[in-house]
């Protein structure tokens, strides 16, 4: 369902409540607009598609029309703003907590790698990182030192920071370390290859994925789809506050008065008038919405792609929530959630006829993966589920989709972060948001509902109102803010 927009040029409204217009109705919009709402603003939210939920969303599957994600979405325990976003607005039941991670070794052994929750951090580390079956003690404890070298702020000098990944490592950690540990983790949790990604966004994701908190390196799966919780949920939950949301309009143009304030935003021949805007929308789009007020994104901003390779197959071929497979070509597997009316069969003990087990495949830092050839992708991917699930050998592949979004995430290389811009802008009224704005953090869920935070706070401190959108990461206890110099 969406909102007319109703103001025509001509109609300025003359109420007295502030008019925030918000362009983009993805993760960093919705945190925007959540921030904003029950603080006096009246807000209204455009989005382009017919569904919010920008790259957190799903598609309808062809065969039964049931929602599925276009690929898979985990945070981090980490993920404070994020995990408060879903808290506050209802959705928090809808993420489930996997305290366990689950590797798979090239050889097919299995870990279950918990972090203890009774030591103080970094101890929590300890069953985790010595865990993983696949690594004789050396390796576990070359790793250790590893994560504990990266930390160390003062070990991190100014050059370093230039450095990729792969160049920082490759001199400090034995190849098979970075092969079946760091090359996974770094390009699941950043969506980068190790080649390009910078050891500065690794060191983010070492700190305050890991070695922060007992509960920083917990993985929070969604258990309903996407397009529900954000598409549906959430923008039930805004318009349930009082927001308006106006799907499936896009914004051609900010209108703005002699003094170069922003007063409105264009949508075709309607114009909404606003007293601020927060234009929430990646980063071509806002290039061509606001092109004067971008550093030169096109030579620094590069998109990283991200593969989903869904399969159904005609029984279950994995008995784990989720598993990280390294040395492979596919990265993370995750169990597809059943569906309702599955449980509900079950429920009503009926036997369910030509029952599907949804899993996915999802694949980082994709880029000319099998030579871009999707028959040899799926082949491959079948090939190693089934070298390492027995249960997948009886199995029957019934049908599959692989789902590429080539622009997925935005490659963090070394020195981004001197080039995303801030949410504030040089025109007063108008902020960005977005996961490639300057957040600190990768960009990901969090990055985007932070950087949706971040510009409702730039907005309030316009309005002279207390700012306090954006919540604390996980408490550091004292030895760790000593580690790594905070
Ligand atoms: C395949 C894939 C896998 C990922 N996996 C993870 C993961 O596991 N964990 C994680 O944390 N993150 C993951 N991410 C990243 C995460 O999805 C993004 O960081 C986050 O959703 C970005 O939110 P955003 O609001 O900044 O941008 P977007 O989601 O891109 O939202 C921008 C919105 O603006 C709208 N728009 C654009 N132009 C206009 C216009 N002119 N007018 C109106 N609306 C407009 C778009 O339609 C879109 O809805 C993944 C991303 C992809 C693609």
């Known amino acids: 369902m969406t909102e007319e927009i109703q103001n025509k040029k001509s109609e300025h409204p003359t109420d007295e409540q502030q008019r925030v217009v918000i362009v983009g109705g993805g993760l960093a919009g919705l945190s925007a607009a959540t921030a904003l709402l029950g603080r006096g603003f009246k807000v209204d939210l455009i989005e382009s598609r017919r569904q919010c939920g920008g790259r957190a969303a799903s598609f309808e599957d062809s065969e039964d029309g049931s929602l599925v994600d276009a690929c898979q979405h985990v945070a981090m325990g980490c993920c404070t703003n994020f995990l408060d976003l879903c808290e506050q607005t209802g959705l928090g039941h809808y993420l489930r907590r ?79 370390v970075i092969q079946l540990f760091w090359q996974p983790v770094i390009e699941s949790a950043l969506g980068e290859s190790i080649d390009f990604v910078g050891i500065t966004a690794v060191r983010k994701v070492v700190v305050d994925g890991f070695l922060a908190h007992p509960k920083a390196a917990d993985l929070l799966v969604p258990t309903e789809p996407l397009g529900e919780i954000f598409g549906e949920k959430l923008v039930a939950w805004l318009r349930g506050q009082g927001a308006a949301v106006h799907s499936g309009q896009a914004a051609t143009g900010i209108q703005y008065d002699e003094s170069g304030k922003a007063t409105g935003v264009l949508c075709g021949q309607d114009v909404l008038w606003a007293d601020a805007v927060v234009l929430a929308v990646p980063w071509r789009a806002a290039k061509r919405l606001v092109p004067k007020l971008l550093p030169p994104v096109d030579e620094s901003f590069v998109g990283s792609p991200i593969t989903a390779v869904h399969l159904w197959f005609d029984q279950k071929i994995f008995d784990l929530p989720h598993a990280v497979l390294v040395g492979r070509v596919s990265q993370w597997v995750f169990q597809g959630e059943e569906d309702e009316s599955a449980r509900n069969e079950k429920a009503c003990h009926a036997q369910p006829k030509d029952v599907e087990h949804h899993c996915q495949v999802v694949i980082s830092a994709s880029r000319g993966i099998c030579d871009g050839n999707r028959d040899k992708l799926l082949e491959t991917v079948v090939n190693e589920l089934q070298e390492i699930f027995p249960a997948a050998r009886g199995a029957r592949l019934i049908r599959s989709r692989i789902v590429t979004d080539p622009t997925a995430v935005l490659s963090v290389r070394p020195g981004i972060d001197r080039v995303r811009p801030n949410q504030k802008t040089p025109v007063e009224n108008l902020f960005l948001a977005g996961d490639w704005t300057q957040t600190g953090w990768p960009s990901t869920m969090e990055g985007a509902v932070r950087s949706g935070r971040l510009a409702a706070s730039q907005l309030l401190e316009l309005a002279h109102m207390k700012n306090d959108c954006v919540v604390k990461d996980l408490h550091k206890n004292a030895f760790i803010r000593l580690l790594v110099g905070q």
């Open 98 to 176: 996997d305290r366990t991670l689950w590797f798979i070794g090239p050889d097919g052994s299995r870990s279950a790698c918990t972090p203890a929750g009774w030591v103080p951090a970094p101890l929590h580390l300890v069953p985790l990182l010595f865990g993983m079956n696949h690594f004789s003690l050396l390796e576990k404890a070359a790793l250790s030192w590893g994560m504990v070298r990266l930390a160390v702020r003062q070990k991190l000098g100014e050059g370093d920071s230039e450095l990729t990944a792969a160049q920082w490592l490759r001199s400090r950690q034995p190849e098979r």
